[in-house]
């Protein structure tokens, strides 16, 4: 799984995957999680300059997928 946090201005996440497509306008203090493998594009939408903090998670041994 991959999640982004938004931590500063405004963004436009857009998803192309599989289990989920569409785009989503975040704003400081919004998070999403998406699959990682999805194809995803993050855009700044907003005024000023955009900050994201984004966290890759990976399962481990004894976790099923």
């Known amino acids: 799984l991959e999640y982004v ?3 500063k201005g405004c963004i436009r996440l857009t998803l192309m995957g ?3 497509r569409g785009q989503v306008e975040m704003q400081a203090g ?3 999680g998406h699959l990682a493998g999805d194809r995803h ?3 700044n939408i907003g005024g000023e300059q ?3 903090l984004v966290v890759e998670s ?3 041994r004894d976790h099923e997928v």
């Open 18 to 20: 599989l289990m989920a």
């Open 58 to 60: 990976t399962p481990g």
């Open 50 to 52: 955009a900050q994201i």
């Open 30 to 32: 919004d998070s999403k």
């Open 41 to 43: 594009i993050y855009e």
């Open 5 to 7: 946090f938004v931590l």
